[in-house]
């Protein structure tokens, strides 16, 4: 019998990926085609969704090419960048207007002034998170207040509304020729629109957003069959979608309350896995959908996102030429011993989780002449681990979880250096997995896992294997918790620095 | 293919006869034409070469052809013209030994996940073998990363890494190498190297050259494990195996520019 593959398909917010992954969870094939980033204004951001649509066709027509004969590709799951926002015609299947994308400040107005009128506390009682702009559901006020005639085409049903994996499986499986319009529940939890309790629409959060139920995809579960892409050849039932945090969080088989993954690229995003029941936050990590298995209870998960991380990287490289190349940003470090006193806040627009601090700016604290290129780049790497403490302490003091070691991915996890300084800085051990592309990979098994590739998550669970690991040493974990709160005083003064 | 000694200078082609104490001829000439070419700042005939540097045009002809070899010069085959080469570039830049395992661990994973045994990535570091990236095992099992640690030069990666050291490399061959000249003539002729319980008693490692953009050996990779899981009885390795781990050396071969321009 030929191997049994899997289509993954990881829309991201550069590019759009095709991957193939074998039932031992190892990729097969992939191919990648990059988008156009449209910048229209400052702080707008903008994606072609018909570019990112032929994109999709021509990435999963070749990957498809490339394992034909080797096996069979028995259906496909979707990752995507989470929170764009895309409305277009459904009798043309022509959008109205380019997606506007998770990174877009647009709204930053319109959400103060949502959030300043007195019934706006019902946001974060019903969808579980704070009215803010990095949301789904204020792009979309947005474009129904500002695309001439679209909210009285919207009400009369001639639009549809949609994140992008909605608009991909409507595409995939016919368009204006009986596409599915339907979404998935860790999608719709961020839209501001869905209550978290019932993973509905919330028809208040839909009148105090003004938002017409017309438009609006069936929220379905992450796993499970939500059509069958008859754009491929051959045709494959769309059997997995899932945001592409919670992908990774899948694809690193944290199925148990208390595991936990991040991902350390531009930003970092961790994911602790809450099980079943909704935590409710005070300090200042996000309560979000996990996934949800047809059938099944959903699963929640805190969520910490910190907006600097490897971009500091890139910063040292390019904002001041201090290295050729990102890895070598471990070289320089290891030129010496310790940060030399020295402190980078990077809070480039702000901070995130868990501050939440939107004034806050960047610095560099503790400049003596002593100070090096050498202690520079080590106090840019262990400000990435010291925002991976912020987070944790917040999800513990939320959740009352322990976290028995952490999951990472991403492009910084070759930094040795950093791997070790999180283990110490958290006391935890830190483990790598084998299979670097988690997102795609949690997209695969949501699909597979849905058409019996994978009999349960127990299978996949044994699919993971550690790749490497990295053991807090007892020594400098103390040392670290005595030296975190300097790193807090710090962090106090890029907000104070930031004050009007 | 081989990169040698014999693409530099060479005494016995007559090249290098010593003009002054403590001056080689041929380098100090061959210097001169560089500079004429660099100074040039596009490209140069050999005729106008040659008057430049007040030279016999054969005489400027074989040195020209030597820097051609070791990719100091170039020469454009429509117009049979000199420019700098990009060989010369190469010179300063050092492969940071961090940006070596960013860019390998891609294939280091993927050999790892494939062949179901620990996967290290090895260089010289002052005629040491240091671990540079190492994958776990893929069975869960309690194991320490080992980057930075030093490996003897009986492993097959201190033999592949010793096979291609010279001195016109830069680096220097492990110290202390108890490996036949003939295994490591062996290992330069077929591309990879074995290591047969001469390390630790019971252990193999299979392992094949990672050669950067000049074509030069820059690191070693290999797979380690049980030997009988390794090798057949034979003592040669499992087909399957081998061609993994020298597939995954060429990647990254190729993911560091090697045979793509």
Not at chain 1, 26 to 34: N, T
Not at chain 2, 113 to 134: K, M, P, Y
Request: charged share 20%; hydrophobic share 45%.
């Amino acid at each position: 019998m030929a191997d049994r593959y899997v289509l993954a398909v990881d829309q991201g917010t550069t590019s759009t990926r095709s991957l193939v992954f074998d039932r031992g969870g190892r990729m097969v094939a992939v191919r990648q085609r990059e988008h156009r980033q449209h910048f229209p204004r400052p702080g707008w951001v903008e994606h072609d969704p018909m570019e990112i649509w032929a994109n999709t066709q021509r990435t999963c027509a070749q990957v498809l090419a490339d394992v034909s004969g080797r096996g069979d590709v028995v259906a496909l799951g979707i990752a995507n960048q989470r929170e764009t926002t895309v409305v277009w015609e459904r009798d043309t299947g022509r959008p109205i207007t380019r997606a506007l994308v998770w990174q877009d400040t647009r709204t930053d107005e319109l959400v103060s002034e949502l959030a300043a009128r007195p019934d706006a506390g019902l946001v974060a009682e019903r969808s579980g998170m704070a009215i803010a702009g990095y949301f789904a559901g204020p792009r979309l006020r947005w474009i129904l207040d500002r695309v001439p005639r679209a909210r009285e085409r919207a009400e009369r049903g001639e639009l549809l509304f949609g994140t992008m994996e909605t608009w991909l499986i409507w595409n995939l499986t016919g368009g204006p020729d009986g596409g599915v319009h339907v979404t998935d529940v860790t999608n719709a939890s961020r839209t501001l629109l869905m209550d978290v309790r019932t993973c509905r629409w919330d028809a208040g959060l839909l009148a105090f957003f003004g938002i017409p139920a017309a438009m609006l995809p069936e929220i379905r579960p992450s796993v499970g069959v939500l059509g069958v892409a008859t754009a491929l050849s051959p045709a494959l039932p769309i059997a997995g979608a899932l945001g592409d945090q919670q992908a990774a969080l899948f694809g690193q088989a944290c199925f148990a309350p208390g595991e936990a993954k991040c991902t350390y690229g531009t930003g970092s995003f961790l994911l602790q896995n809450t099980g079943t029941e909704l935590v409710r936050t005070r300090s200042g990590s996000i309560s979000t959908v996990a996934y949800q298995l047809a059938g099944e209870p959903v699963h929640y998960a805190l969520e910490g996102s910190v907006a600097v991380a490897g971009a500091l990287v890139q910063w040292l490289r390019d904002g001041l030429g201090l290295i050729g190349s990102a890895p070598e940003v471990e070289t320089l470090a290891r030129t010496v011993s310790d940060n030399g006193g020295c402190y980078v806040v990077p809070a480039f627009s702000g901070l995130l989780a868990p501050h939440w601090r939107g004034e806050a700016r960047g610095l560099v604290a503790g400049l003596t002449s002593y100070v090096t290129k050498g202690h520079l780049a080590r106090a840019v790497l262990e400000a990435t681990g010291w925002q991976t403490r912020d987070v944790v302490q917040a999800m513990a003091a939320d959740s009352g979880l322990s976290l028995p070691a952490l999951r990472v991915d991403g492009g910084m996890t070759t930094n040795n250096l950093l791997m070790q300084f999180v283990a110490d800085a958290l006391d935890t051990p830190v483990v790598r997995p084998m299979v670097g592309e988690t997102v795609s990979l949690g997209a695969a098994y949501a699909a597979g896992l849905a058409v019996g590739v994978w009999s349960d998550v127990e299978a996949l669970r044994r699919n993971w294997h550690r790749a490497a690991q990295w053991t807090p040493s007892p020594d400098r974990a103390q040392a670290l918790t005595a030296e975190y709160p300097t790193w807090e005083r710090a962090v106090q003064l890029s907000i104070a620095w930031g004050a009007p | 293919m081989s990169h040698s000694a014999h693409c530099a200078t060479n005494p016995s082609d007559g090249l290098a006869s010593v003009a002054v104490p403590g001056s080689v001829q041929s380098i100090e000439r061959a210097a001169a034409i560089l500079q004429v070419v660099a100074g040039s700042g596009g490209s140069l005939g050999v005729t106008d070469i040659s008057e430049a540097v007040g030279l016999a045009k054969t005489t400027t002809h074989s040195l020209l052809r030597t820097l051609l070899l070791v990719g100091f010069v170039e020469q454009d085959r429509a117009t049979g013209r000199y420019a700098l080469g990009t060989g010369l570039l190469r010179l300063g830049a050092h492969l940071d030994v961090n940006e070596l395992r960013a860019r390998s661990s891609n294939w280091s994973d993927a050999l790892a996940a494939r062949s179901g045994h620990a996967v290290r990535l090895a260089t010289l570091v002052g005629g040491e073998v240091v671990v540079v990236h190492h994958v776990f095992r893929p069975d869960d099992s309690a194991q320490v990363l080992e980057v930075g640690d030093v490996l003897p030069p009986t492993t097959a990666l201190g033999k592949v890494l010793r096979a291609h050291s010279h001195p016109h490399t830069g680096h220097r061959p492990p110290a202390g190498a108890a490996v036949s000249t003939a295994e490591l003539a062996e290992v330069r002729a077929r591309g990879w190297a074995t290591e047969q319980g001469e390390y630790e008693a019971g252990l193999g490692g299979l392992a094949a050259p990672v050669r950067g953009a000049g074509g030069l050996v820059v690191a070693a990779l290999g797979v380690s494990g049980p030997r009988s899981s390794l090798f057949d009885a034979r003592g040669l390795p499992r087909s399957p195996l081998l061609a993994m781990v020298t597939d995954a050396a060429h990647a990254v071969s190729r993911e560091l520019g090697h045979g793509s321009g």
